[in-house]
C-alpha cells in the first residue's frame, strides 16, 4: 500500500498537511478549529504507570463505604454498589443498569484497557487485538462517568444535610483519588502517537 | 475565501477509529491498519440522529411530570418531580446547589434537544450559517451531554444510602427511567450527528 503523506480533520475533512507538533504545543485544525493533537512527554510509560495506580484504587473505591448516614440512631453505610443494588430491588433495571455501566463497568474496562495497550506498547509486543482494544478504548471512555457520579455525591450530601449526620468513608477519598487518577491518564493518553506505535507494533507481528 | 477541498472531495476517506488516510477503493469496507469500518461519512447520520432526538423529545415529557423519587421521613411521604426538587432545594435556603441542579437536569437537556434540531435543519435546507459556529456548537452539546447524569446518580446514591424503612427512606419514581433515557438518546443523538456535513455544504 502506498504512503499517502496527507492528515483530514475528524469534524470538518479538510485535507491537511501532516503536523508534528512539539511537546507543550498543540496542533489545531486550520478550519474548525479542532484539536488534532496535543503531545505529551512519555505518554505511554505514564498511561502504563497511572493505569496501574488506578487499578489498584478502583478495590478500596469499590468496596470500601463512600459516606455513612445516621438518622434518629439508624446508621447506614453506602458504597458504590448499594445504590445499584437498591435500584434492581426495586426493579429499576433501566437505571440501575445505565448506573452501573457507567460509575462501575466503564471505568474498570477503560483502565484495563489502557494498562494492556501501554504494557504492550512499553515492552515492544506486538499483539493481534491492540488495534481493537484501541477502537474500544475510544469508544467506552465517554461513557465513564467518574466526575459526574462525584458531583451527583456533592449534591447527595447536600441534600441530606439538613434531614442525617454524615460520615465520609475511605471508599471517598480512594474514589476521589481513582477520579484524579482517570483524569490525568485520559489528558496524557496521546491517541495520535498510540495508534502510531501500534501501527509499527503490528508491522513487526505480522 | 477560497474554499478549502475536503478529504473526500479529494478521494480520501479518514478511518474514524485510527485516522489513517485511504484512497477511496471498491476494495475496502475496513481499515487496512486498524481494521475498523471505512465510511467517508457517518452512514445515515441525519436520518439516526432525527430518531434519537424525537425519542428524546417524546420521553422528555414523562421525565418531567412524573415523580422522579418520593422521600419517606417518620411516615410522612414527599414525592418530588425534577422541578419539585430544585424547588424544595430553593426553600432550604441552598440556591447554588439547586442552581446546579436547574443547569444540569432541565437546561442541559433542552440545549441537547433544541441544538442538536437546529444542527439537523441546517443541514437538511443547506441553510449558510457559519459552520465554524455551528461545529463548535456541535463540541458543546457533545461534551455537556454527560453531566445530565446528576440527577440519576443522586438518586442512586440517594437511594442506597437513604433506605430504614418507616424512619428514612428514598424510593425511585417512573421518570428516573424516562429521564436516564432522554440523557441515553441525546448522547446517541449527538454521536449519530457527523460535522462534517455542516461543511459540506457551506461555502
Known amino acids: 500500500m502506498q504512503k499517502i503523506n496527507f492528515d483530514a480533520c475528524p469534524e470538518c475533512d479538510v485535507l491537511l498537511n501532516r503536523s508534528a507538533p512539539n511537546f507543550g504545543e498543540n496542533a489545531h485544525c486550520p478550519r474548525c478549529g479542532y484539536l488534532l493533537q496535543r503531545p505529551r512527554k512519555q505518554s505511554i510509560e505514564k498511561t502504563l504507570a497511572l493505569s496501574i495506580a488506578g487499578l489498584v484504587l478502583l478495590i478500596p473505591a469499590n468496596l470500601m463505604p463512600l459516606i455513612g448516614i445516621k438518622i434518629l440512631g439508624n446508621t447506614n453505610d453506602g458504597t458504590l454498589w448499594s445504590g445499584v443494588v437498591m435500584l434492581m430491588n426495586e426493579k429499576m433495571w433501566g437505571v440501575a443498569l445505565l448506573v452501573f455501566l457507567s460509575s462501575i463497568l466503564f471505568p474498570l474496562v477503560n483502565i484495563i484497557l489502557s494498562l494492556l495497550i501501554s504494557a504492550h506498547l512499553h515492552f515492544n509486543k506486538g499483539n493481534q487485538y491492540l488495534a481493537a482494544w484501541m477502537r474500544w478504548l475510544q469508544h467506552f471512555e465517554e461513557w465513564a462517568m467518574l466526575e459526574v457520579y462525584m458531583l451527583g455525591i456533592i449534591v447527595a450530601c447536600v441534600k441530606l444535610s439538613s434531614l442525617a449526620d454524615l460520615k465520609f468513608g475511605l471508599g471517598l477519598f480512594a474514589y476521589a483519588a481513582l477520579l484524579i487518577i482517570t483524569v490525568m491518564l485520559s489528558s496524557n493518553l496521546d491517541r495520535v502517537l498510540f495508534w502510531q506505535h501500534i501501527r509499527q507494533a503490528q508491522k513487526s507481528f505480522s | ?203
Not at chain 2, 11 to 39: E, M
Not at chain 2, 119 to 124: A, N, P, Y
Not at chain 2, 157 to 173: K, S
Open chain 2, 1 to 203: 475565501m477560497k474554499r478549502t477541498a475536503s478529504a473526500l472531495a479529494q478521494g480520501f476517506i479518514r478511518c474514524h477509529d485510527c485516522g489513517v488516510l485511504t484512497k477511496i477503493s471498491n476494495h475496502f469496507s475496513h481499515c487496512p491498519i486498524c481494521g475498523g469500518r471505512l465510511h467517508a461519512r457517518i452512514p445515515y447520520s441525519l436520518q439516526r440522529t432525527t430518531a434519537f432526538l424525537l425519542s428524546g423529545y417524546a420521553l422528555y415529557i414523562p421525565a418531567n411530570i412524573f415523580p422522579i423519587m418520593s422521600v419517606t421521613k417518620l411516615g410522612r411521604v414527599e414525592v418530588h418531580t425534577i422541578i419539585g426538587g430544585i424547588f424544595s432545594l430553593i426553600e432550604n435556603d441552598m440556591v447554588p446547589i439547586a442552581m446546579l441542579v436547574l443547569v444540569a437536569s432541565i437546561l442541559v437537556p433542552l440545549l441537547k434537544l433544541f441544538g442538536i434540531t437546529l444542527l439537523l435543519l441546517c443541514v437538511h435546507y443547506r441553510w449558510q450559517v457559519n459552520a465554524r459556529f455551528l461545529t463548535g456548537m456541535y463540541r458543546v452539546i457533545a461534551f455537556v451531554g454527560r453531566w445530565s447524569m446528576l440527577d440519576i446518580f443522586m438518586i442512586s446514591i440517594l437511594v442506597g444510602l437513604v433506605d430504614m424503612g418507616g424512619v428514612a427512606q428514598v424510593i425511585t419514581g417512573p421518570a428516573a427511567t424516562a429521564f436516564a433515557a432522554v440523557v441515553v438518546l441525546t448522547i446517541f443523538a449527538a454521536k449519530f450527528f457527523d460535522p462534517r456535513l455542516l461543511w459540506d455544504y457551506s461555502r
